[in-house]
């Protein structure tokens, strides 16, 4: 079955820290896609990434990273030099291969403080 | 950019009454999602739709529920008599067939439900 546990519930940090956002995945299928995605306090869902099973190259945007490591079945978001702007509460979601038959699970969400 | 628009924004109704959220997909998307936040909670599958007929349906999606595309641009969320644990916001979200965005579902801003 396919789950997807994000163990941190809250994380507090102190602007310009570098925070990881933990994420770890189920699922019995070989071809899946996972996605990371913010909501800030407005509730829109903002999407940041997408990436498929079979590319395991880590990526980085700006002062965002991701680690995708299938051997763990992980994938972990990095922000380098935190600012308040990224307080926000940030889910990872796990979608099968199938386009229109398979929903996203989401995680349970991690909320990111940023002080200043 | 093409996006996803949902109206309203909020709706406050009361216990039992039926409730029409409405969302606009973007215009040449084939696939299309409903799913569910509770709020502090994480987002939750609902319904997928293709062809004109749910292809999947998660357990929360029972008898009070609808889903229809009325015409070619709007597809609805219909609840029938709602509970106060339908309070939550309610996401459309609709996917390509292909391209770049193949297997990425793009979110709607989102509709506030409130029963009381």
């Known amino acids: 079955a396919q789950k997807v546990t994000q163990a941190q519930t809250e994380i507090s940090v102190v602007e310009k820290e570098d925070v990881t956002l933990d994420c770890v995945y189920e699922t019995r299928d070989t071809t899946y896609y996972l996605f990371w995605y913010k909501q800030p306090p407005s509730g829109e869902l903002v999407f940041l990434i997408r990436r498929n099973s079979f590319d395991e190259q880590n990526e980085i945007s700006g002062r965002y990273s991701w680690n995708f490591q299938k051997s763990t079945s992980s994938f972990n978001f990095t922000i380098t030099a935190s600012q308040v702007v990224d307080s926000a509460v940030y889910f990872c979601a796990l979608s099968e291969s199938e386009p229109g038959t398979y929903k996203y699970i989401f995680g349970t969400g991690t909320r990111l403080k940023v002080l200043a | 950019e093409p996006e996803v628009t949902q109206t309203p924004s909020h709706q406050v109704t009361q216990m039992g009454q039926e409730v029409i959220l409405r969302c606009v997909p973007i215009s040449n998307h084939l696939y299309f999602y409903w799913y569910r936040q509770i709020l502090g909670q994480k987002v939750e599958f609902l319904v997928s739709?293709?062809?004109?007929?749910?292809?999947?349906k998660s357990e929360i999606f029972d008898d009070q529920f609808s889903v229809e595309r009325p015409d070619g641009s709007n597809f609805t969320l219909k609840i029938r008599s709602t509970k106060l644990e339908d309070s939550a916001m309610y996401f459309c979200a609709s996917e390509g067939l292909a391209g770049p965005s193949y297997n990425e579902q793009f979110f709607g801003p989102g509709t506030r439900l409130t029963v009381l």
């Open positions: 739709f293709y062809n004109n007929e749910i292809s999947e």
